[in-house]
């Protein structure tokens, strides 16, 4: 176990500094030392995160008849807080260590009445700590003008139910879903993007009678773990259902889908079958009936909800740990020592590059450019003509490039270019009159 954990370490080590080096994620304001808690996505990292961002949307909106987008404000009215029960009740136990000054979560301590930092047993005794992060709306910082950043993208999306409904005449059952950022005062930020202060939720919230809650659950289960397997491409070893015991007063069922991460398995998303909590809490709170009429059967009711939620930042970190790979390479030429090829096997769907154009020569310039542009309209897609074509490969396999296009010298005869398989390192050569057809049938398999 020990050494599984080095193993584990040195992973998580190696993702972080390729994350830096190749621009995929880096800490906020790092030039004045960084913030806790708090990461920026470089110019690859913002494409995959986009990529994933717009592969939820399409698989969880575009292609259902029965789910609306919402895009809803991050800070909201506080009462709204005051109603989901965040301003009462989100919060951590948290103790400090008076020796070396640490702080932590007292449910992450393995052994609450020790510092693992330091040893000492002088600790704080444990005491809440709200969550929510608060600011001030207006001129005046007093309490009557406080306000909060949201702390999870669904409550709006409750509070919007019923504005919703009326606009797109949808019947229930029917789900809206938004994507967003949420922000949670996190004691102890760690294991890089995992636990992070700022982080960005996908969350669908689905609307139907009480009678087909568990029917819809199931479904929406289902669903969830067929993406996560078809989609993002997760091995059956990489993931795995737990399912709650304990649940919420409200709750009728709860499953999380947890992933194993270097640093062990952690919670990437919710399925949640929450009852009529949420649109009850919030016509108690507003004073607005948020209750569905039901015209056809003659019937008013409270919609129940179930709930997908997942963080989009433990999406993306989930996908680079089951991508790194390093894979020992014998060189071209022989009596040469073995290197080691980083490369990353994402997911075609949402690697942020899809197809790399690598002109054999500067030569070829022109051509391979031209074709580059061409890809560029279909495919997240790169041109890229400095150093060996060998080292070129290299730099796409480090940053999960599938498929990388080699234009030669004798492209211009043949109208005919060579497609290399990031995984396989096999090639094939495809007339330039099929290649988006070529990979298109690849990046979509
Ligand atoms: P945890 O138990 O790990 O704190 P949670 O149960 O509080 O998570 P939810 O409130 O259910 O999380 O939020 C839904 C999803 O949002 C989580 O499954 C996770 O993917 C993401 N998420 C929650 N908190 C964070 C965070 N601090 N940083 C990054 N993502 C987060």
């Not at 020569?361 to 897609?381: G, M, N, P, V």
Request: negative net charge; hydrophobic residues 35%.
């Amino acid at each position: 176990m020990a050494e599984e954990n080095v193993k584990n370490q040195e992973l998580m080590d190696k993702l972080v500094s390729l994350c830096k080096r190749r621009g995929f994620v880096f800490p906020s304001s790092e030039i004045y030392g960084g913030i806790n808690g708090f990461w920026d996505y470089g110019p690859y990292g913002a494409r995959m995160k986009r990529a994933i961002e717009n592969l939820w949307w399409h698989e969880m909106v575009e292609t259902r008849d029965n789910v609306e987008g919402l895009d809803s404000t991050i800070i909201c009215h506080p009462r709204v807080w005051k109603a989901s029960g965040h301003l009462d009740q989100f919060s951590d136990l948290m103790t400090d260590c008076r020796n070396c000054k640490s702080r932590y979560r007292v449910d992450q301590m393995e052994d609450p009445t020790t510092c693992p930092n330091c040893g000492s047993k002088d600790l704080t005794e444990p005491r809440e700590f709200n969550l929510m992060m608060k600011t001030f709306v207006g001129p005046v910082f007093d309490e009557e003008h406080a306000a909060y950043l949201r702390a999870e993208t669904c409550q709006p999306i409750f509070v919007d139910f019923h504005s919703v409904r009326v606009a797109t005449r949808q019947k229930i059952p029917f789900g809206i879903a938004q994507i967003g950022k949420a922000f949670r005062n996190e004691i102890n930020p760690r294991n890089f993007t995992f636990r992070s202060r700022e982080f960005t939720q996908m969350e669908m919230e689905f609307f139907c009678e009480e009678a087909q809650g568990m029917e819809f659950f199931e479904y929406w289960k289902e669903q969830r773990i067929n993406y996560y397997r078809n989609k993002l491409k997760f091995k059956d070893d990489f993931f795995r259902i737990y399912v709650h015991e304990k649940l919420a007063h409200y709750a009728k069922a709860a499953i999380d889908i947890e992933v194993k991460f270097p640093f062990g398995w952690g919670e990437l998303e919710g399925v949640h079958h929450r009852g009529t909590w949420d649109l009850s809490r919030h016509s108690e709170f507003s004073g607005e009936d948020l209750s569905y009429m039901d015209h056809d059967n003659h019937r008013k009711f409270m919609p129940t909800v179930i709930e997908t939620s997942v963080g989009l930042d433990r999406t993306m970190l989930a996908l680079l740990s089951a991508a790194y790979d390093e894979e020992k390479a014998a060189t071209a030429k022989e009596g040469m020592e073995e290197d080691t090829r980083i490369v990353m096997h994402l997911p075609p769907l949402v690697a942020p590059i899809q197809v790399a154009v690598l002109p054999q020569s500067k030569k070829l310039k022109e051509s391979a450019y031209a074709l580059y542009k061409e890809i560029d309209r279909h495919f997240r897609a790169e041109y890229d003509d400095t150093g060996s074509i060998g080292k070129r490969y290299r730099r796409q396999d480090e940053i999960g490039t599938p498929y990388c296009i080699c234009y030669d010298f004798e492209s211009g005869n043949d109208n005919c270019v060579t497609v290399r398989d990031r995984d396989t390192m096999l090639q094939d050569r495809v007339n330039v009159t099929q290649l988006r057809d070529y990979l298109e049938k690849k990046i979509e398999a």
